[in-house]
T-cell receptor
Framework: LAKTTQPISMDSYEGQEVNITCSHN???????ITWYQQFPSQGPRFIIQ???TKVTNEVASLFIPADRKSSTLSLPRVSLSDTAVYYC????????????FGTGTRLKVLA | NAGVTQTPKFQVLKTGQSMTLQCAQD?????MSWYRQDPGMGLRLIHY?????ITDQGEVPNGYNVSRSTTEDFPLRLLSAAPSQTSVYFC?????WGIGEKLFFGSGTQLSVL
């Protein structure tokens, strides 16, 4: 089973900030939190990774509270081209070498 | 660098036919894996490998075989295709596994089994 839970879908309008939250109650001490973005007909691509507090890059910000049981991907001022599926991945499944993805969040940006 | 290369991009098979989906990476990654993605669904792990000669099953391994004779290549074999295997297949690799690793994905193979 995936270690994460995300909303199935979200809608937003161009120019708005979008926050997608991922729950990972059973995160292990050494696990990093990694977000991937998948456009239609393409493979997922890495967008941001963090361990605790806040990480920011040119694409997004990642907020992780002290207990690390959840994380929030923040996309500033989205555009139509940000329409995609966003996956949160937290380490390997315990005791295995398997990266198990959850359902992801389907973000639709409206004009 | 080419990254992760998958061939072919599209394939149509008849039920019972066999074929091999190719995956190659030029990043000297130890970890490689195969996922399938059905329409509107998430990624499901089929098989993975932690190095040449070492493979193991993922979430949905039935009907698929893999082998890893070199670090670079990780082919996925369908021995007797079934309509239920109609899907988009993605190959992914990472330098290692575990703490802080990032997966790099290929562009996918769209397979239709009639």
């Amino acid at each position: 089973l995936a270690k994460t839970t995300q909303p199935i879908s979200m809608d937003s309008y161009e120019g708005q900030e979008v926050n997608i939250t991922c729950s990972h109650n059973n995160i292990a001490t050494n696990d990093y939190i990694t977000w991937y973005q998948q456009f239609p007909s393409q493979g997922p691509r890495f967008i941001i990774q963090g361990y605790k507090t806040k990480v920011t890059n040119e694409v997004a910000s990642l907020f992780i509270p002290a207990d690390r049981k959840s994380s929030t991907l923040s996309l500033p001022r989205v555009s139509l081209s940000d329409t995609a599926v966003y996956y949160c991945l937290v380490g390997l499944t315990s005791g295995t070498y398997k990266y198990i993805f959850g359902t992801g969040t389907r973000l639709k940006v409206l004009a | 660098n080419a990254g992760v290369t998958q061939t072919p991009k599209f394939q149509v098979l008849k039920t019972g036919q066999s074929m091999t989906l190719q995956c190659a990476q030029d990043m000297n990654h130890e970890y490689m894996s195969w996922y399938r993605q059905d329409p509107g669904m998430g990624l499901r792990l089929i098989h993975y490998s932690v190095g040449a000669g070492i493979t193991d099953q993922g979430e949905v391994p039935n009907g698929y075989n893999v082998s890893r004779s070199t670090t670079e290549d990780f082919p996925l074999r369908l021995l007797s295709a079934a309509p239920s295997q109609t899907s988009v297949y993605f190959c992914a690799s990472s330098y290692s596994w575990g703490i802080g690793e990032k997966l790099f994905f290929g562009s996918g193979t769209q397979l239709s089994v009639l």
